[in-house]
């Protein structure tokens, strides 16, 4: 199935040309939401700067984030997002076992226990929004969670989310490219 939207090789504007410069350099490829984006220079910059903010940068682990980025996925059968953080797991050096325990058996993910922590709030205020989570948030500040860890392991989770959304709606194939340095 193809994208009910066409993707863009190529923008049209300078500032375009500029961004998908930038995400070229940064994951060694674009991805076809953001060739989506290109549609839409605003909408473009905009989820590239979020992008950058919330998976490139801060204050938790790339292979916690990219996990969060695949249990979301996968808990909202978004096949372009587990495609994804599946194959950017795989260039942290991952293993596919471990893959599989993120998406299957969570429990027994070799992280730390504040990264439990972590991962189970981001998950959890994915699949019950409306349940504010104030025991998950006390554990993870118990286990030494801070406050930017815990908005950073949230905004991984609305990030995710709206791309999975996006790219459910408009039927999105993943681009075979790196999704992570």
């Avoid at 903010?53 to 916690?64: N, P």
């Avoid at 293993?95 to 959890?124: C, G, Q, W, Y």
């Amino acid at each position: 199935m193809m994208s009910s939207i066409p993707l863009v090789e190529c923008p049209d504007s300078d500032e375009g040309v500029r961004v998908f410069a930038e995400i070229q350099d940064e994951l060694g490829g674009i991805p076809s939401i953001f060739r989506v984006y290109a549609h839409h220079e605003g909408l473009l910059e905009a989820n590239w700067e979020k992008f950058k903010a919330v998976m490139l940068h801060g204050c938790l682990s790339a292979q916690l984030k990219e996990a969060i980025g695949l249990a979301v996925s996968a808990d909202n059968h978004c096949d372009y997002g587990i495609y994804h953080h599946s194959t950017s797991l795989q260039m942290l050096g991952v293993d596919t076992a471990e893959i599989m325990r993120i998406r299957t058996d969570p429990k027994h993910v070799h992280f730390s226990e504040k990264e439990h922590a972590l991962f189970d709030l981001a998950r959890n205020a994915n699949s019950a929004p409306d349940d504010h989570r104030q025991h998950l948030i006390a554990e993870a500040r118990k286990l030494g969670a801070r406050d930017d860890e815990l908005l950073e392991a949230l905004g991984v989770m609305e990030l995710v989310l709206g791309f999975n959304h996006l790219a459910e709606v408009l039927s999105l194939v993943p681009t075979r490219t790196p999704h992570q340095k």
